[in-house]
């Protein structure tokens, strides 16, 4: 059986860590009384969380198995393993959570119908009255595979964009013999 390439065996450990890291900060968040779901993917702390998981995957695939060389495909690639290691076990991790706390959820729809009613005039007519009703009238019908659903789209938005930027600035090409 041929050994599986270094690449993905370190972008799966590093996906994995940031996975429990992320729902175990997502839980200590929820217990502390801020609910995860209610803040903005742009300042979750997965962003730094995936940035760093990310930047040790590919130093260590980069200086300890490619002789210190990194391509940008090889950097996505790695990128792309352990984001979605830790996009798909952190979205099965969270909808564990939810079935182990029965408020979350409901607490969950009740907060974000508080937030959509307090939009201010200006902002509701922006969006449309309508599309904030039908905001509203589906919100009751949310459950926690949605959310984990929304956790794991998230995870490859914030992912992407990270991935590109570390695959260019940890890119080393090799060193002609």
Known sequence: MKKPSPLLTIGVRYGAIAAVLSIGLNVMMYYLGRHPVMISPFLD??????????FFTLKEYRDFHNAGALHFFQGMLGSFVMVATAGVLGSVLYRIFGVFEPDFVPEYIKLMTEYIRGFPEEEVARIGKDVIERNLEALPS???AQLASSYLVQSFG??????????????????PE
């Open 142 to 144: 949310t459950n926690m």
């Open 158 to 175: 914030i992912g992407l964009f990270i991935s590109i930027l570390l695959s260019v600035v940890l890119r080393k090409e090799p060193k």
């Open 45 to 54: 702390f997965r962003v730094f969380l995936y940035g760093v998981f990310i």
